[in-house]
């Protein structure tokens, strides 16, 4: 497995950026497809974005598109997600993930870093 550890997470108001970042351990980074998923008080953990390994292939929720943008720098272990034109219903807790292969549902993820909070004020 990889450790994955967020940064980035703050408060802005609406209509805002914020880019956070995860940064894996490991030397496999690049193998990995990777993931931000986001959980708001009450509700369940979401897909928000995915990259595969090369950065060639990118996947977005409806909710973000045109929006957020997920990126990736194999050489930093580093993965990114700037997120623009925040709204208040952006705000949650923002997790990076990885695993083998892209997959839009939580449970079919290995490795999570422990989240980084956003929250977009109205």
């Known amino acids: 497995q990889v450790q994955l550890v967020e940064s980035g997470g703050g408060l802005v108001q609406a209509g805002g950026s914020l880019r956070l970042s995860c940064a894996a351990s490991?030397?496999?980074?690049?193998?990995?497809?990777m993931g931000w998923f986001r959980q708001a008080p009450g509700k369940e953990r979401e897909f928000v974005a995915a990259?595969?390994?090369?950065?060639?292939?990118?996947n977005y929720a409806d909710s973000v598109k045109g929006r957020f943008t997920i990126s990736r720098d194999n050489a930093k272990n580093t993965v990114y997600l700037q997120m623009n034109s925040l709204k208040p219903e952006d705000t949650a807790v923002y997790y990076c993930?990885?695993?083998?292969?892209?997959?839009?549902?939580?449970?079919?993820?290995?490795?999570w870093g422990q989240g980084t909070q956003v929250t977009v004020s109205s």
């Open positions: 993930a990885a695993n083998p292969l892209i997959a839009t549902l939580p449970r079919f993820w290995g490795s």
């Open positions: 490991g030397r496999t980074f690049s193998s990995y497809a």
């Open positions: 990259i595969d390994w090369s950065g060639g292939y990118t």
